[in-house]
Nanobody, 119 residues
Framework: QVQLVESGGGLVQAGGPLRLSCAAS????????MGWYRQTPGNQRELIAA???????NYADSVKGRFTISRDNANNTVYLQTNSLKPEDTSVYSC?????????????WGQGTQGTVSS
């Protein structure tokens, strides 16, 4: 099994930053893609940022220019730097990792971390 643990959520004023971290642990061969999702008001998961093992990134339009995803492959950790936060960014943020382990392909989720932006 591959476990993901997020940290860094909290309460911040509008315009401020939060830095989220997600560390992967367990036994695996590789992590190919890592991403950050957040829950929509309709309780769906929305992909907001993703990064490949080679460092290619993509972002949802709603966060482009404000959020930056990065990863530390040596420590199996992905980060999300969020800037210029708006109250509508308030959500539960979850990380996701896809890769390969002894039983084949894995697709793991973290437990989520709450980010709240006050106006």
């Amino acid at each position: 099994q591959v476990q993901l643990v997020e940290s860094g959520g909290g309460l911040v004023q509008a315009g401020g930053p939060l830095r989220l971290s997600c560390a992967a642990s367990g036994t695996f061969f590789s992590i190919e893609h890592m991403g950050w999702y957040r829950q929509t008001p309709g309780n769906q998961r929305e992909l907001i940022a993703a990064i490949s093992s080679g460092g290619s990134t993509n972002y949802a339009d709603s966060v482009k220019g404000r959020f930056t995803i990065s990863r530390d492959n040596a420590n199996n950790t992905v980060y999300l730097q969020t800037n210029s936060l708006k109250p509508e960014d308030t959500s539960v943020y979850s990380c996701n990792a896809k890769g390969y382990y002894a039983r084949g392909r894995f697709n793991s989720w973290g437990q989520g971390t709450q980010g709240t932006v006050s106006s």
